[in-house]
């Protein structure tokens, strides 16, 4: 391949993705990352790879919704790869704002599914060593399955139940994505993929939300009696399997990513507060005013029909493509609280919303 086009690759997966392969998945051509920057798109989270990859990585601020503007960038760009994350991704914001989800991840989905199916029917690469040179990739999610009860694990196979605005707007693009290669025959792959933790995180997720909560002395909200039960999955590790797919994946798959790592939501938060005592002792964080992280865990009203448990089979994906989850979840808790730690600026230009002044400064509202 020589260019790929990466949608959402300033939100957090996209960004480490971009990241990934650049660095360990070892590719040679260009990235074309287009992101609308939405209040989650951070251009600070690429800072450093533009500057070190000037000339094989390219910005373009736009919307997946723009019919015009991606015809414009599969003609300039003519990518061979598209790696689809540009997505309504919270599903608390959906509950209260369904219409975005809608917007974003079913019309965006459907303009850069048919974009992509004109580009490939009319290019001039023969039509016997095309579907091998191009594949539609899309990033989706696990709770496009609904909920598990108390055993058992969602396999590519198992029956969609979407049970949120979010979910059910993930399917409805899944659905559309499998119907252009049975229609179309366009190659394309699907992952759904578990809970992502990680580097560039937006803190209004679980992790980053209780890090940067506790670094400050401040509640650790946890939905209901915080049983609810995930599978935990390093970004990279993630980004390697959807690298591994987009490479050597079969034309029309679907692939579940796992990490192998069921946990109880309240676990998390005492696995993130464990993390924090060993990085920033709470004796020496004036923050929390002689308390304990611990105490800080705070049980809220519950979700809105929250899921009770997620757990992802991912043997296909190991059987054949060799991909399985390479960082344990206490090492990859350990290595996202570094982070945090190690970014300061990061974090306060996200909390205060710098990074949404530059970028108006430098592309518009």
């Given at each position: 391949?020589?260019?790929?086009?990466?949608?959402?690759?300033?939100?957090?997966?996209g960004?480490n993705?971009?990241?990934?392969?650049?660095?360990?998945?070892g590719?040679?051509?260009?990235?074309?990352?287009?992101?609308?920057?939405?209040y989650?798109?951070?251009?600070?989270?690429?800072?450093?790879?533009?500057?070190?990859?000037?000339?094989?990585?390219?910005?373009?601020?736009?919307?997946?919704?723009?019919?015009?503007?991606l015809?414009?960038?599969?003609?300039?760009?003519?990518?061979?790869?598209?790696?689809?994350?540009?997505?309504e991704?919270?599903?608390?914001?959906?509950?209260?704002g369904?219409?975005?989800?809608?917007?974003?991840?079913?019309q965006?989905?459907?303009?850069?599914?048919?974009?992509?199916?004109?580009?490939?029917q009319?290019?001039?690469i023969?039509?016997s060593?095309?579907?091998?040179?191009?594949?539609?990739?899309?990033?989706?999610?696990?709770?496009?399955?609904g909920?598990?009860?108390?055993?058992?694990?969602?396999?590519?196979?198992?029956?969609?139940?979407?049970?949120?605005?979010?979910?059910?707007?993930?399917?409805?693009?899944d659905?559309?994505?499998?119907?252009?290669?049975?229609?179309?025959?366009?190659?394309?792959?699907?992952?759904?993929?578990?809970?992502?933790?990680?580097?560039?995180?937006?803190?209004?997720?679980?992790?980053?939300?209780?890090?940067?909560?506790?670094?400050?002395?401040k509640?650790?909200?946890?939905?209901?009696?915080?049983?609810?039960?995930?599978?935990?999955?390093?970004?990279?590790?993630?980004?390697a399997?959807?690298?591994?797919?987009?490479?050597?994946?079969?034309?029309?798959?679907?692939?579940?990513?796992?990490?192998?790592?069921?946990m109880?939501?309240?676990?998390?938060?005492?696995?993130?507060?464990?993390?924090?005592?060993?990085?920033?002792?709470?004796r020496?964080?004036?923050?929390?005013?002689?308390?304990?992280y611990?105490?800080?865990i705070?049980?809220?009203?519950?979700?809105?029909?929250?899921?009770?448990?997620?757990?992802?089979?991912?043997?296909?994906?190991?059987k054949?493509?060799g991909?399985?989850?390479?960082?344990?979840?206490?090492?990859?808790?350990?290595?996202?609280?570094?982070?945090?730690?190690?970014?300061?600026?990061?974090?306060?230009?996200?909390?205060?919303?710098?990074?949404?002044?530059?970028?108006?400064r430098?592309?518009?509202?």
């Amino acid at each position: 391949m020589k260019t790929i086009l990466v949608t959402g690759g300033a939100g957090f997966i996209g960004s480490n993705f971009i990241r990934y392969v650049f660095g360990k998945g070892g590719f040679r051509g260009r990235v074309v990352n287009l992101d609308k920057l939405t209040y989650a798109g951070n251009l600070e989270n690429l800072a450093d790879i533009e500057r070190k990859y000037k000339g094989r990585y390219t910005f373009v601020k736009g919307d997946i919704c723009d019919f015009k503007l991606l015809n414009g960038i599969f003609k300039k760009y003519k990518p061979e790869a598209v790696a689809h994350f540009a997505a309504e991704s919270h599903v608390d914001r959906s509950i209260f704002g369904p219409k975005d989800f809608v917007e974003t991840n079913i019309q965006g989905t459907f303009a850069l599914l048919e974009t992509a199916r004109n580009f490939w029917q009319n290019s001039s690469i023969p039509d016997s060593r095309f579907p091998t040179s191009f594949r539609f990739h899309h990033v989706s999610t696990d709770e496009v399955y609904g909920s598990l009860g108390k055993t058992g694990k969602f396999k590519e196979t198992t029956p969609y139940d979407p049970r949120s605005p979010y979910s059910a707007s993930k399917a409805s693009s899944d659905h559309l994505v499998r119907a252009y290669h049975h229609t179309y025959g366009l190659p394309v792959t699907i992952s759904n993929c578990s809970n992502n933790y990680g580097p560039y995180h937006f803190p209004e997720k679980l992790v980053p939300l209780a890090i940067l909560n506790a670094l400050e002395g401040k509640p650790l909200p946890v939905y209901g009696d915080g049983l609810q039960v995930r599978d935990w999955l390093y970004v990279e590790d993630h980004c390697a399997a959807i690298w591994e797919i987009i490479n050597k994946g079969r034309a029309g798959e679907t692939y579940n990513v796992g990490g192998n790592c069921e946990m109880k939501n309240i676990d998390v938060v005492k696995g993130i507060c464990s993390a924090l005592e060993r990085a920033v002792p709470a004796r020496h964080n004036k923050a929390l005013n002689g308390k304990n992280y611990a105490d800080l865990i705070t049980y809220v009203k519950d979700r809105a029909g929250h899921d009770r448990r997620y757990a992802i089979d991912f043997s296909k994906i190991k059987k054949e493509l060799g991909w399985q989850p390479a960082v344990r979840f206490a090492g990859g808790l350990a290595k996202t609280v570094d982070w945090y730690l190690a970014n300061p600026g990061w974090v306060k230009n996200v909390k205060t919303g710098a990074y949404r002044k530059w970028i108006s400064r430098n592309y518009g509202k």
